[in-house]
């Protein structure tokens, strides 16, 4: 459940470079050294009076020792989200990561070695008005709701043994201190169940007032198994159920299938179900939120938005997760965090910033994690919400891989049925989107920005078949 490796995941993923792995030679290259900053294309009405640019438009880049893959920083007060440099026609270029906050933004570009270029200043702004950041994107014509279970403050059960001792009066009385109305509790990992998660434990809680959701860490190696773990949860009394889903089942999309169907054969189509797993779905192209979060399966996301483990900031970690997350439609119920000790500022800003984009739930892990402090810190009364610059939608183009084009091409195959739903963004899927911009009125790019996002997710999605 905890990102320990996250930070270095992504670094490795993305060629962002990480500590230990760089050569000594590589550790005395000089720096790259930026001299200038353009627009792309350089006729944007925005700049005609200096870098003035929104998310997702691109941002031309020139000095010395510049080389693709290079890590791209944008920097602000509160946060920085990084991206790779890239050479294209117009030279070295790279798009501003969603995410970016609105304003003046600094950019340096990093070699291998982590060295550092000097910084040049760009202006962010806001993007063409679109709907508020939206928790519940309309797909298919109708929004999301939050189902009742997922409603409200929760914390995470990982042992009920190491969580007040397992004392259940005492985990009420610290729950209603804080606000808490759900406790989410380990009910299996894989196909095995825990014996924790129990019918007495279940009725022990809710005579205490409190709402009891079980969750499964899974695998991916046996998806009927797991399945019927799972099942087990909800005939012991569950009011949701979550699924944590996480590196083990990268690339498992005909498991995810299987395991999603089977769950449903046996608790319902209507039943609660969430999705908790990586925020940064970019980061994870391989992991099938399609399918965990896609027609019949989980109802809820609880980005598991860990911003101490990412290295970023609670703004910048917040509005990536957003921006990339939103997407997938169903309303999202960030999952923050108290383990590793993150300030009492850090912990009311998460609920501050989570409550200016709309989110109606919201949880912590984990129980046995968080200090007494921390719980004060929680059962303080809301902050007041603070209203961010919308973050932007996943800007996707030619050449682009992963879930992210699947969610795109399962909505465009409504209208273009002979499209393949593979996860790469070919010539094929250009034309297909283009034909749609073009019958929908929109700027005929062949790329996603946050109107086309929004209008695609208006068509109904086209199963796959992962078998």
């Known amino acids: ?22 050569s000594p030679a590589q550790a005395a290259t000089t720096a790259p050294k930026l001299t200038k900053v353009r627009c792309v294309p350089r006729t944007l009405a925005s700049c005609n009076a200096g870098v003035r640019l929104a998310v997702g438009q691109k941002v031309q880049l020139s000095g010395q020792r510049l080389k693709a893959g290079q890590r791209v920083t944008f920097r602000w007060s509160k946060g920085a989200l990084a991206t790779r440099l890239v050479k294209d026609r117009t030279g070295w270029t790279v798009r501003v990561p969603a995410g970016t906050a609105v304003g003046r933004i600094a950019v340096t570009v990093a070699n291998g070695a982590g060295r550092r270029s000097n910084r040049l200043v760009i202006t962010v702004i806001a993007a063409t008005p679109v709907p508020r950041p939206s928790v519940a994107v309309a797909v298919g014509g109708a929004a999301r709701g939050l189902p009742a279970a997922f409603d409200g403050d929760g914390m995470w059960v990982w042992y009920v043994s190491q969580s007040d001792g397992g004392d259940l009066d005492a985990i009420a009385e ?58 087990q949860s909800v005939r012991d009394g569950a ?36 999705l908790t797993s990586f925020p940064y779905v970019d980061y994870h192209p391989r992991l099938p939120y399609s399918v965990f979060l896609g027609p019949g399966g989980a109802q809820v996301n609880l980005p598991q938005t860990y911003w101490d483990d990412i290295g970023v900031s609670v703004d910048a970690v917040s509005a990536k997760t957003l921006a990339n997350n939103r997407i997938y439609g169903a309303p999202i119920a960030p999952l923050g965090q108290t383990y590793g000790s993150p300030s009492a500022a850090d912990l009311r800003r998460f609920r501050a910033v989570w409550a200016g984009y709309g989110a109606k739930g919201l949880s912590w892990w984990s129980w046995q994690a968080t200090s007494d402090a921390q719980w004060a810190v929680l059962s303080e009364p809301a902050p007041a919400p603070v209203v961010l610059p919308d973050p932007g939608w996943p800007l996707l183009e030619k050449g682009s891989t992963g879930d992210q084009v699947i969610w795109l091409q399962q909505h465009l195959a409504s209208a273009a049925p002979t499209l393949s739903i593979d996860g790469k963004f070919t010539a094929a899927t250009v034309t297909a989107l283009q034909t749609f911009q073009a019958a929908r009125g929109l700027p005929v790019t062949g790329e996603t920005d946050a109107a086309t996002w929004q209008a695609v997710l208006t068509l109904p999605v086209t199963p796959a078949d992962w078998s």
């Open 239 to 274: 009011d949701c159920f979550v699924i944590d889903a996480e590196t083990q089942y990268e690339g498992r999309y005909a498991s995810a299938q299987r395991y999603v169907a089977a769950l449903r054969a046996k608790i319902g189509a209507d039943y609660p179900v969430g």
């Open 174 to 231: 610290r729950a209603a201190a804080a606000g808490v109305k759900t406790v989410f509790v380990k009910s299996a990992d894989g196909a095995t169940i825990w014996k924790q998660f129990s019918p007495e434990l279940v009725a022990e809680l809710h005579q205490r007032g409190l709402r009891v959701c079980s969750w499964q860490f899974v695998y991916g190696e046996d998806p009927e198994g797991e399945a019927a773990a799972a099942a």
């Open 1 to 22: 459940m905890t990102l320990k490796v996250l930070a270095l995941t992504i670094l490795v993923a993305f060629g962002l470079g990480a500590a230990g792995t760089s």
